[in-house]
């Protein structure tokens, strides 16, 4: 009898022993509640619907020529950004077509692989198919300054003229960067995902 109460005696003691542990425990990490990891969400715009994980920061934002471009002054859209990392986002941009002198390959070269000073080549561009249609395709390495420091960026561009009716052409610009030395990796791990999830609403 003697050495059953003994043994339950320990026993009691071990689990009060454990339960202090675990406060202890619990205390020290300040409440900290695990992050689920990110799942990819739907955006559903007036424009396009796209994918992207739940942990990048979605926000307005509209590309503007202004006087560069009397063609077409301004294109509305959307950026989807990485938490924490400025440099990596991928940019939706679209307008209907008030210029016929206006195009999306005109753009691209002038604007985002190249400058109005000195365009692209034509050259520099390749064709993809996305969301059934035909789109222009380049990719530009270029230094930026940011934060006091000197990067090297690297972006791929698609843009394409979408014919709506022999009265209305929207032109759609599709644009992502990175950091070069993580470029390749992020196109592996979502850009080429979220990039394929492009789809017209309309």
């Known amino acids: 009898m003697n050495s059953l109460i003994t043994r339950l ?5 071990l ?4 339960s202090v542990a675990l406060l202890v425990l619990s205390s020290c990490s300040g409440g900290t509640t ?4 990110p799942v990819w969400k739907n955006y559903q715009g007036s424009a396009f619907t796209l994918s ?10 509209d590309f503007y020529l202004g006087t560069q471009y009397p063609q077409l002054e301004m294109l509305q859209g959307m950026v989807f950004i990485k938490q924490g990392s400025a440099s990596t986002f991928l940019q939706v941009e679209y ?3 008030t210029n016929s002198l206006a195009s999306a390959k005109d753009i ?3 604007f985002l692989l190249g400058s109005s000073g000195h365009p692209a080549p034509a050259s520099s561009l390749s064709q993809t198919i996305l969301a ?3 789109w222009y395709q380049g990719t530009v390495e270029k230094r930026v300054s940011q934060g006091g420091s000197t990067l090297s960026i690297k972006e791929t561009v698609l843009g394409v003229d979408r014919v709506i009716s022999s009265k209305n052409t929207e032109i759609y610009l599709l644009f992502y960067q990175d950091v070069a030395s993580t470029y390749s990796q992020n196109v592996h791990d979502f850009f080429t995902r979220m ?5 017209f609403a309309s």
Do not use: D, Q
Request: net charge positive.
């Open 132 to 134: 059934g249609e035909s």
């Open 95 to 97: 307008a209907v077509r």
């Open 9 to 13: 005696t320990r026993i009691f003691y």
């Open 52 to 61: 992207y994980l739940s942990n990048w920061e979605v926000a307005t934002k």
């Open 108 to 110: 691209m070269l002038k």
């Open 34 to 37: 695990i992050t689920p990891p």
């Open 15 to 18: 689990s009060l022993c454990f």
């Open 195 to 199: 990039v394929k999830s492009f789809r």
